[in-house]
């Protein structure tokens, strides 16, 4: 369902929130800020561990490309070569 | 403005206990080390053996974290060793992030699109009060096993436990579409849940069926599950119930039901949930959105599970051991589940649990004494149509219908 704004779905969610996080911690490398920032915002990152280390550069541009053309993600062409770049180098197969 | 942190602890809000804090027991308790991480299968990508860790959803036992926003969690072996898969171990699946908490004193039901009667809402009391049905069932997402492609495909890495058998209670969804009267020319209904995307470009989580499927007497818009109210992370107040077809027909929260005389064309039918026409033996199709090259899944294919005894374990020669597990299909019925332990060159039938209907899991099992040495387990399930289990993967893009005989290795000493 859309419309629903998030400030009101937030209000809807029981507080039993944890107390950290418990996000994936990304390898260190050029990008990963980036990759944490744009990718983080839709999705966990536990998606590219998960999806780790099988995927060759080739479907590492297409999972970038999916994100953008599929799902909207406002992300800009160089953006995207550095989120790509850091996906096959760190979790590439 | 959305912020990351903001949706994190959104993501977070409904975890109580998190990961292995989870499931903290005594220091040197033997059983620490076997319960703070699942069995993981050893055909899973590298990654996900690293990253998927026990972790307690508010209402549910302890289930397989692969990722927490969107909620994706399967359920470990041992809770797939009955027939009906208890409410507080059915697995979670969810494609988008956004997830509201419903209040069902203001939940509504709304039809749209081209019925004769014009929009019709319902609450829960209307919806309650249509005539009640139950039908047990398997909810199987569709990309259950996709973790043990080889070679593996993108998409969640779902080992065995993306799926369970649960009593669902409904009102049928013929009985609540007739409320608002179906035109003549209707080719599929289009359900929309409560659950939305983070961002306004995402496609929203929308799915079809085909007329025939909606109005078949067993597809349900459900209320209950095991006698009790839908848990929230499977659908609180009410789900689209479809026994047979894969789970991504299932939809969660549902709020709202169009009915449309074109094929919907929306991302989740038209580009996502699609298998290689030709490929597996379909009965069930869906043809208001098949294409020359593919076709959407439908029904779920034959397929068994051996719950026990779990790959790797050791057991004792001489010993009187069962070898169990479930076996289920699309609804046409199991009618026998074999087992090899020479690598499929002989097979025995094993004997077949209680028959809880043709779309339920049907669990079976099988007595033997074991000599010393490695022992192998496979087990092939078959249906009341002849379908059986493939020897080989039959491999498809997005990881579908993963129903290859698996072998369980023991070590007998």
Redesign the interface.
């Known amino acids: 369902?859309?419309g629903?704004a998030?400030s009101?779905?937030?209000a809807?969610?029981?507080?039993?929130?944890?107390a950290?996080?418990?996000?994936?911690r990304l390898k260190q490398a050029p990008g990963m800020d980036m990759v944490e920032?744009q990718c983080?915002?839709?999705?966990?990152l536990?998606?590219?561990?998960?999806?780790?280390?099988?995927?060759g550069p080739a479907?590492w541009d297409a999972?970038v490309a999916k994100m953008i053309k599929?799902?909207?993600?406002?992300i800009d062409p160089a953006d995207a070569k550095t989120i790509a770049d850091y996906l096959k180098q760190k979790?590439g197969g | 403005m959305?912020t990351?942190r903001?949706?994190?602890?959104?993501?977070?809000?409904?975890?109580?206990?998190?990961?292995s804090d989870a499931l903290a027991a005594p220091a040197g308790s033997v059983a620490l080390q076997e319960d703070t991480r699942p069995w993981l299968s050893p055909l899973l990508?590298?990654?996900?053996r690293?990253?998927?860790a026990f972790?307690t959803l508010?209402g549910k036992k302890p289930l397989i974290?692969?990722?927490?926003?969107?909620p994706n969690y399967e359920a470990p072996l041992n809770y797939l060793r009955t027939a009906i898969t208890p409410n507080d171990e059915f697995f979670v699946r969810y494609h988008l992030?956004?997830?509201?908490?419903v209040?069902a004193s203001t939940w509504k039901l709304s039809l749209s699109g081209e019925f004769a009667n014009g929009d019709v809402a319902i609450g829960l009391d209307a919806l309650r009060s249509l005539p009640a049905f139950e039908v047990t069932a398997v909810c199987q997402c569709a990309g259950n096993r996709r973790g043990l492609f080889q070679?593996?495909v993108?998409?969640?890495?779902w080992g065995d436990g993306a799926m369970g058998c649960a009593r669902w209670k409904g009102a049928r969804l013929k009985d609540v579409l007739d409320l608002a009267g179906l035109k003549k020319n209707v080719v599929e209904v289009v359900f929309?849940?409560?659950?939305?995307?983070?961002?306004?470009?995402?496609?929203?989580f929308l799915k079809s069926l085909p007329l025939w499927k909606a109005i078949e007497e067993t597809t349900l818009v459900a209320y209950e599950m095991n006698g009790e109210a839908l848990p929230h992370w499977n659908g609180f107040p009410a789900r689209i119930v479809v026994p047979g077809w894969t789970a991504t027909y299932w939809m969660k929260h549902v709020?709202?039901i169009t009915a449309v005389t074109k094929p919907f064309d929306g991302?989740w039918m038209k580009?996502a949930y699609r298998i290689p026409l030709g490929k597996f033996p379909l009965v069930a199709r869906f043809l208001s959105q098949e294409t020359d090259a593919n076709t959407p899944i439908t029904e779920i294919v034959v397929n068994s599970l051996i719950t026990s005894p779990v790959d790797g374990t050791r057991i004792k020669a001489g010993q009187r051991t069962m070898v169990s597990g479930i076996a289920w299909d699309g609804g046409y019925g199991i009618n026998r589940v074999e087992i090899s332990a020479d690598c499929g060159q002989s097979w025995t039938e094993a004997a077949l649990g209680e028959d809880l209907g043709k779309y339920a899991f049907r669990s079976w099992s099988h007595e033997f004494i074991p000599t010393r040495g490695k022992l192998s387990f496979a087990s092939r399930a078959t249906n009341r149509i002849g379908q059986t289990q493939t020897i080989e993967l039959v491999q498809n893009p997005a990881g579908y219908h993963n129903n290859v005989i698996r072998t369980v290795m023991l070590d007998v000493v």
């Open positions: 369902m859309r629903i998030l009101a779905m937030l809807l969610i029981p507080a039993l929130a944890r950290e996080e418990q996000e994936t920032a983080g915002a839709c999705h966990s536990s998606y590219i561990v998960m999806n780790s280390p099988f995927l479907q999972e599929a799902f909207g993600a406002p979790y | 959305i990351r903001g949706l994190l602890e959104a993501a977070a809000g409904a975890v109580a206990i998190g990961g990508p590298e990654g996900t690293a990253e998927a972790e508010t974290r692969l990722t927490d926003r969107p992030a956004g997830i509201p908490q209040d070679p593996h993108p998409g969640v890495q929309d849940g409560a659950d939305g995307p983070i961002l306004d470009k995402t496609p929203d709020t709202t991302f580009s």
